[in-house]
């Protein structure tokens, strides 16, 4: 099946919705007159159809008649308005998803009430900038061929990998969370370079392009990132000296330490939703 012939409806056009509205235009090639977009604020809703050129409704019920897959991209706490709407339509979907954090698939099941296939989607802030990479899995009644669609439109705006539903809260405090941990260690080796006396631009650059650039080494090289680091570790040189104070403050395990945290933290708050 063929994104490129279907009519897709994104309800919620925040941070995410947006983001995901633009990499279907811009990267995923989509003709913006096979995008819809719903949202309760105007506002937000106007700038995006000036922006894109695509169809924009002010009630979602005029956008479920209209499209093909529904991509709920509301806040958590909103989704039960969006989904009892669903529930009421006539009409068979193709493909529900939903970016929803915490929202199991069961739950989405439940209150449409019909068989139909869902893909639960998490991705993180990093799809603002076309960068994302997000975790999909399947709900019960879900089709590899759904599967497919739903991966070519979250390809548009990074990577995806396929987990277990039983994961999402892992991937949350992984991926999820993660951009933050990145900021701060970059903000702490730019604090150090201006304690050392470089000034805060060129400190930032040397820290964001240096993380940039052993990311990108390691997706181009496909190598464990301990064989890169050795590859830049020479005996007695600088690299080793702060890597042994890295170790010594224990930078690994509260690496480890804060994933494990924030899944935890995850795990508390979906299981205060209904499933
Ligand atoms: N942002 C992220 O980094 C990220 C990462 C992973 C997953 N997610 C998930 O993505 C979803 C959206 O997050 P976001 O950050 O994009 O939120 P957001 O910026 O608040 O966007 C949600 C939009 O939906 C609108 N809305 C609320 N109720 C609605 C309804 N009944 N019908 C149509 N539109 C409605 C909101 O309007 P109002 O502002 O007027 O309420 C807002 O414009 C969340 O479920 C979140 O868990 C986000």
Do not use: W
């Not at 929202?103 to 960068?131: F, Q």
């Not at 170790?247 to 935890?264: G, H, M, P, S």
Request: glycine share 6%; charged share 25%; with cysteine.
């Amino acid at each position: 099946m063929d994104i490129q012939n279907k009519n897709i409806g994104v309800i919620g056009t925040g941070n995410m919705g947006e983001s995901i509205i633009r990499g279907l235009i811009q990267f995923a090639k989509l003709n913006p007159t096979n995008v819809h977009a719903a949202d309760i604020d105007e506002k937000k809703l106007n700038a995006i159809k000036d922006q894109y050129k695509i169809k924009t409704y002010s009630n979602n019920k005029n956008l479920l008649n209209e499209v093909d897959i529904v991509l709920i991209a509301v806040k958590p706490q909103q989704i039960e308005e969006v989904l009892h709407e669903i529930s009421t339509q006539d009409k068979k979907y193709i493909l529900i998803i939903s970016v929803a954090a915490g929202i199991k698939t069961s739950l989405i099941e439940k209150s449409i009430g019909k068989e139909i296939s869902v893909i639960r989607v998490m991705p993180n802030i990093c799809a603002t900038v076309n960068a994302a990479v997000s975790a999909l899995c399947k709900g019960k009644h879900a089709t590899d061929e759904s599967f497919h669609l739903a991966t070519t439109i979250f390809k548009s705006i990074g990577q995806v990998v396929e987990v277990k539903e039983e994961l999402m809260d892992v991937v949350t405090g992984l991926s999820g969370s993660g951009p933050a941990y990145i900021f701060l260690a970059i903000e702490a080796l730019s604090d150090a370079g201006v304690e050392l006396g470089l000034t805060r631009d060129i400190s930032t650059i040397l820290a964001v392009q240096t993380t940039l650039g052993a990311a990108k080494m390691i997706l181009d090289t496909g190598d464990h990132p301990s064989v890169l680091r050795d590859k830049v570790t020479s005996p007695g040189g600088t690299t080793i000296r702060g890597l042994a104070v890295l170790e010594e403050q224990n930078f690994r395990a509260a690496l480890i330490d804060a994933v494990k945290a924030a899944t935890e933290r995850s795990r508390e708050l979906s299981s205060q939703k209904k499933s």
